[in-house]
C-alpha cells in the first residue's frame, strides 16, 4: 500500500503512518516487522503478538463479518482498532441522523413491504425508529417517497417469486467464522437464485466487483452455497436513487 518506485518507498501508507504513531506512543520497537522475511518465512501472520507492560497486543481473529472484510480491504486499519485494539468510536457532538440512517431505514422498509405489509403508517412509524425529529421528516421523507416509487417500478418483475429476506448465513472457511445478513434472495420459479444487495449510496463499479475489491456479493454467494443455497444465477447490486436506475447484474 506503500507509493513505490523502482522498488524504492517513496511516500508510506496512511495505515503505516498510524501504525508507527501508534507504537511510537507505547514505546513498541517495530523494527521487526518492517524486514519482509518475518512475513515471508511465518505462515501464521495473526500469530504475531507484541506485549507491552503485560498486556497482549494483537491476537488471532477467528470471527469476522461480510462488511467488516471489505473494511478491511479499503480501510484495514479500521479492523486493526476495532478487533484488535477493541477500540469504541465516541458519539459524535451534535449528532444528527443522516445516510447513514436513512439507509438503515429504507432496508427496513423494503424488507417489511416484501414481508407484505405496505401501509404508508408502519413506514412512518420505521421511519421515527432512526429519526426523531420534525426537521428529519422534512429533509427525509420526501427523498424516500421517490425512492419508494421507483422500487415498487423495478420490483415488478419478482411479483411472483419467493423472497428470502435478511438472511443470515454462516460458515466456516480456513479456520475463520464468516457471517453476514444478505439484503435479499429471490428464489425463481425455476428454483434459481438472485442474491441481492440494496445500495443507497456508491454501487461498486463492475471492474471492483471482477478485482474482487468489492467481494461483499462473491462472499455472500460462497456463504449461501455452503449452507445448501447452491443454485445461484444471478448477483446483483439494486442502486435504491431518486432517479430511476436499473438493477446492475454482475455475474450471472
Same mark, same amino acid.
Request: charged share 25%; glycine share 4%; with cysteine.
Given at each position: 500500500?506503500?507509493?513505490?518506485?523502482? =522498488?524504492?518507498?517513496?511516500?508510506?501508507?496512511?495505515?503505516?503512518?498510524?501504525?508507527?504513531?501508534?507504537?511510537?506512543?507505547?514505546?513498541?520497537?517495530? #523494527?521487526?516487522?518492517?524486514?519482509?522475511?518475518?512475513?515471508?518465512?511465518?505462515?501464521?501472520?495473526? !500469530?504475531?503478538?507484541?506485549?507491552?507492560?503485560? /498486556?497482549?497486543?494483537?491476537? =488471532?481473529?477467528?470471527?469476522?463479518?461480510?462488511?467488516?472484510?471489505?473494511?478491511?480491504?479499503?480501510?484495514?486499519? /479500521?479492523?486493526?482498532?476495532?478487533?484488535?485494539?477493541?477500540?469504541?468510536?465516541?458519539?459524535?457532538?451534535?449528532?444528527?441522523?443522516?445516510?447513514?440512517?436513512?439507509?438503515?431505514?429504507?432496508?427496513?422498509?423494503?424488507?417489511?413491504?416484501?414481508?407484505?405489509?405496505?401501509?404508508?403508517?408502519?413506514?412512518?412509524?420505521?421511519?421515527?425508529?432512526?429519526?426523531?425529529?420534525?426537521?428529519?421528516?422534512?429533509?427525509?421523507?420526501?427523498?424516500?417517497?421517490?425512492?419508494?416509487?421507483?422500487?415498487?417500478? =423495478?420490483?415488478?418483475?419478482?411479483?411472483?417469486?419467493?423472497?428470502?429476506?435478511?438472511?443470515?448465513?454462516?460458515?466456516?472457511? !480456513?479456520?475463520?467464522?464468516?457471517?453476514?445478513?444478505?439484503?435479499?434472495?429471490?428464489?425463481?420459479?425455476?428454483?434459481?437464485?438472485?442474491?441481492?444487495?440494496?445500495?443507497?449510496?456508491? #454501487?461498486?463499479?463492475?471492474?471492483?466487483?471482477?478485482?474482487?475489491?468489492?467481494?461483499?456479493?462473491?462472499?455472500?454467494?460462497?456463504?449461501?452455497?455452503?449452507?445448501?443455497? !447452491?443454485?445461484?444465477?444471478?448477483?446483483?447490486?439494486?442502486?435504491?436513487?431518486?432517479?430511476?436506475?436499473?438493477?446492475?447484474?454482475?455475474?450471472?
Amino acid at each position: 500500500r506503500h507509493e513505490s518506485s523502482d =522498488n524504492a518507498v517513496k511516500l508510506a501508507s496512511q495505515f503505516w503512518l498510524r501504525f508507527q504513531l501508534f507504537c511510537q506512543f507505547l514505546n513498541i520497537d517495530i #523494527t521487526m516487522i518492517k524486514e519482509k522475511r518475518l512475513y515471508r518465512n511465518n505462515n501464521n501472520y495473526n !500469530s504475531i503478538n507484541i506485549k507491552y507492560d503485560g /498486556y497482549l497486543y494483537g491476537q =488471532n481473529i477467528d470471527k469476522i463479518s461480510i462488511t467488516e472484510i471489505v473494511k478491511l480491504i479499503k480501510n484495514p486499519y /479500521y479492523i486493526y482498532a476495532k478487533k484488535i485494539l477493541k477500540l469504541k468510536e465516541l458519539p459524535k457532538i451534535d449528532y444528527q441522523p443522516s445516510f447513514s440512517e436513512f439507509g438503515s431505514f429504507i432496508h427496513k422498509v423494503f424488507e417489511v413491504y416484501i414481508g407484505g405489509n405496505k401501509k404508508n403508517e408502519i413506514f412512518k412509524d420505521i421511519f421515527l425508529q432512526y429519526f426523531l425529529n420534525y426537521n428529519s421528516l422534512i429533509i427525509w421523507w420526501p427523498k424516500f417517497q421517490k425512492i419508494y416509487e421507483n422500487f415498487i417500478l =423495478n420490483n415488478q418483475q419478482y411479483q411472483n417469486c419467493k423472497n428470502l429476506l435478511e438472511k443470515y448465513l454462516e460458515a466456516d472457511i !480456513s479456520g475463520k467464522k464468516i457471517y453476514g445478513k444478505i439484503d435479499r434472495m429471490i428464489i425463481n420459479q425455476d428454483s434459481s437464485i438472485e442474491i441481492i444487495d440494496y445500495k443507497t449510496g456508491i #454501487t461498486p463499479s463492475k471492474k471492483d466487483f471482477l478485482s474482487l475489491k468489492e467481494p461483499q456479493l462473491v462472499i455472500s454467494a460462497l456463504l449461501a452455497i455452503d449452507n445448501n443455497l !447452491s443454485n445461484i444465477s444471478h448477483l446483483k447490486y439494486w442502486k435504491l436513487s431518486i432517479k430511476n436506475h436499473d438493477i446492475q447484474s454482475y455475474c450471472s
